[in-house]
Nanobody, 121 residues
Framework: QVQLVETGGGSVQAGGSLSVSCAAV????????LAWFRQAPGKAREGVAR??????TYADSMKGRFTISRDYAKIAVTLVMNNLKPEDSAVYYC????????????????WGRGIQVTVSS
C-alpha cells in the first residue's frame, strides 16, 4: 500500500517563499512519478509540477517561480515556491504512480491528504 505524506506549507506574504515536501512509502523501488497538484477554494484541481526519471515538468503558470527536486534515496520530492502570489493560495496535494500521467489527476491512483499554502497580499 502506497502512502504519501506532505509536510511544509503554511502562510507567507506575497513575494515570499515556501516549500512543500512529499514522502512516499510503499513503492518497491524509486523509479516512479511524484507530482504536485493544487486546489483553491471554488476552483478545479490543477497540476503544478511533476518529476520522473530526473525530468521535471511544470505547469506554464509556475515556470520560473517553482522548483521541484527529488530525493531518490527517500522517494520524496520537494517543491520550492518563490515569489508567491495570493492566487497561489490553495491546498497542495502530492500524487504518485509508477509512471507520470501528465497533469491528468484522474490517472494518479495515490494521493496525499493535502497541505495548506496561504499567501496574503
Amino acid at each position: 500500500q502506497v502512502q504519501l505524506v506532505e509536510t511544509g506549507g503554511g502562510s507567507v506574504q506575497a513575494g515570499g517563499s515556501l516549500s512543500v515536501s512529499c514522502a512516499a512509502v510503499g513503492f518497491n523501488d524509486n523509479k516512479n512519478c511524484l507530482a504536485w497538484f493544487r486546489q483553491a477554494p471554488g476552483k478545479a484541481r490543477e497540476g503544478v509540477a511533476r518529476m520522473n526519471n530526473g525530468l521535471a515538468t511544470y505547469a506554464d503558470s509556475m515556470k520560473g517561480r517553482f522548483t521541484i527536486s527529488r530525493d531518490y534515496a527517500k522517494i520524496a520530492v520537494t517543491l520550492v515556491m518563490n515569489n508567491l502570489k495570493p492566487e497561489d493560495s490553495a491546498v497542495y496535494y502530492c500524487a504518485a504512480d509508477k509512471n507520470c500521467h501528465g497533469f491528468t489527476e484522474q490517472e494518479y491512483p495515490y494521493w496525499g491528504r493535502g497541505i495548506q499554502v496561504t499567501v496574503s497580499s
